[in-house]
């Protein structure tokens, strides 16, 4: 399924921590406050047989135990996440961000704590009769149950939280779904740009109006801001770039009635994201074996584990798919199997050319993505292998490392 913006802006609010936040704490807030409407459907010999003294001491424990519980939680996700960017890469500290079993169990237990405080308040200024106890009673009891289901996944979580094998997981598990839709929609649903093309001297430049990482490219709404006018259009840049102020995003061919509108179909940040970036996911997985075999860590183990998950990745990549472009009026420059093995393999290569094992699994991965299904995969192993074996007779000692390397091509 294609990514449109609307969706993009969807996927971002719900895996945002303070959204989820808000949402509990909104929907905590309407309970307390909604909760009298309840009582008239509460059978009449019901009524009576609750007192507030019964609730507001349940109220009282919930109110201080879970902002204790809220804060020390807090302090436990912050810790978590700094050690995995410490450990991995920093840009594995985004992809923590966004684990949502984290931002529901804190909007679970910040929800609880507003809906006991709100309750509290409601019951000291008078807001609740004696009869609505029953009701409040009633909700507070699923609040409770919610807080246990919510306690049971949060210490099953801290299990792995922030470990490296939880972050090499999320890592590999993100970069899956953009390289999967690079491949069922290839050139983002554009006509694929001919390598080697060159742009016609009365093709206009479309401006990027600042810097920073294109990080999605609406490209219906190009589309349908093309067709109105019946212009063309090559991308300079695909998801995952960093472009600067003023140069071309895109080149435009024809007139459209408002070329600010075709700036406004790319989204910019500060940051690279993986949503739209099928490289993204590989370049982290690089990263953190290169800082695995940096010599003040020196863990040659978990290079070798992101090495077979960067080749389970390109694996999975069977090449895109024959499919007739969704939007023939944009040409967008294609992902090559060349880059992925680049992004995944190059950097590992020269930081672990010292490490025998690492340089061998290196090349294992790369022999075994020779029968890749995507053609253009095995001239880029290829390369690939010859890179490593250069490397290993440059930084190789032992001849026997050399030999053992040598045969495994």
């Not at 149950?145 to 922030?162: F, P």
């Not at 490296?164 to 740009?193: C, F, I, W, Y």
């Not at 890749?372 to 290829?382: D, I, L, Q, R, Y």
Request: aromatic share 6%.
């Amino acid at each position: 399924m294609m990514l449109t913006k609307p969706l993009l802006l969807l996927r971002r609010v719900a895996r945002n921590l303070v959204a989820r936040v808000l949402f509990g704490a909104v929907l905590a807030l309407a309970m307390a406050a909604f909760a009298p409407k309840i009582l008239p459907l509460v059978p009449d010999n019901w009524q009576g047989r609750i007192k507030p003294d019964a609730v507001i001491p349940i109220l009282n424990v919930l109110a201080s135990t879970m902002l204790t519980v809220t804060t020390f939680s807090l302090s436990v996700m912050v810790s978590a996440f700094q050690a995995a960017a410490s450990q991995a890469t920093p840009r594995a500290y985004r992809l923590q961000l966004a684990d949502t079993t984290t931002h529901t169990v804190l909007a679970v237990f910040t929800g609880a704590f507003l809906y006991s405080l709100t309750a509290l308040v409601m019951y000291r200024a008078g807001f609740y009769a004696p009869e609505t106890s029953v009701v409040i009673l009633g909700v507070t009891i699923l609040v409770i149950a919610a807080i246990v289901v919510a306690i049971l996944r949060w210490i099953d979580h801290l299990s792995t939280l922030g470990s490296l094998d939880d972050t090499l997981s999320k890592v590999e598990q993100n970069a899956r779904e953009p390289l999967a839709r690079a491949m069922a929609n290839p050139a983002l649903g554009g006509l694929p740009l001919p390598e080697g093309a060159r742009i016609p001297a009365s093709a206009v430049a479309v401006p990027a109006p600042r810097g920073g990482y294109v990080q999605f490219v609406d490209m219906s709404k190009l589309d349908d801001l093309l067709g109105a006018s019946g212009a063309s259009l090559t991308l300079a840049v695909t998801p995952g770039v960093h472009v600067l102020k003023g140069r071309p995003l895109a080149w435009l061919l024809g007139k459209v009635d408002d070329p600010d509108a075709l700036c406004a179909c790319f989204t910019l940040g500060e940051t690279r994201t993986n949503e739209e970036d099928a490289r993204f996911g590989i370049v982290v997985l690089a990263e953190i074996a290169q800082r695995a075999l940096s010599p003040g860590i020196n863990d040659p183990g978990t290079a070798i584990d992101a090495i077979h998950r960067i080749t389970r990745l390109l694996s999975e990549c069977e090449g895109p798919r024959d499919v007739p472009p969704e939007f023939p009026r944009i040409e967008v420059p294609r992902l090559s199997a060349a880059d992925l093995v680049e992004d995944g393999f190059a950097a590992i290569i020269r930081a672990g050319a010292e490490h025998p094992q690492v340089v061998g699994i290196a090349v294992d991965g790369l022999k075994q993505l020779e029968s890749s299904g995507w053609a253009e995969m095995a001239p880029a192993v290829k390369a690939a292998q010859g890179y490593a074996l250069r490397h290993a007779r440059q930084h190789l000692v032992v001849s026997e490392d050399r030999d053992d390397l040598a045969g495994r091509l």
